[in-house]
């Protein structure tokens, strides 16, 4: 008998064999994360007929897009692994790899419209998260790189603030 425990599964789409898979937007150290998320299966059969559903050709007139990233060889792997993906289902993906002030720049304007971002906080609260990522407030390169807003979002998270720093 072993007192260790096993390793954790590792997703097919893994690229390394650290970290945990998120399961939502908190991570999981942080008050309000999900301790488990109904996920979607990886289903291109199911993809290829929902864009078909949707109106959306494969072939020649198939859609393109462009993907932005930071150089770093990760990226590059994840970006690859996109591109793969996609292509099983009909979409060609082009890859476009940027210096970190030229990609930082681009996606801070709003002029990527497929990238990647990643999010570390500053401290272990919920506000650091949703608040930053989500605020119409900070829209840009104050964290809101999505561009994401909502006037009611806004007021849910006003209200969060509101009741914490009451307490």
Sequence with gaps: MTSEKPPAPRSRFSLTSCGVPARGILPPAIPGAPAAEARLPY???RARR????AGVTSGP???RLTYHYNTGTP???LAELLQAQLRDVGIDLQLRRLD???????????????YRQAWIADYP???????VLFHSRN????G????YRSPVVDRWLDGSEEKVFRA
């Design 43 to 45: 289903d291109p059969p």
């Design 50 to 53: 929902l864009l078909a559903d």
């Design 61 to 63: 007139g198939r859609p």
């Design 75 to 77: 990226n590059q792997r």
């Design 100 to 114: 970190w002030a030229a990609y930082l720049t681009l996606v801070d304007e709003g002029r990527a419209g497929f």
């Design 125 to 131: 609260d919920p506000e650091n998260f949703l608040t």
């Design 139 to 142: 829209v840009g390169a104050a």
């Design 144 to 147: 809101n790189t999505s561009r």
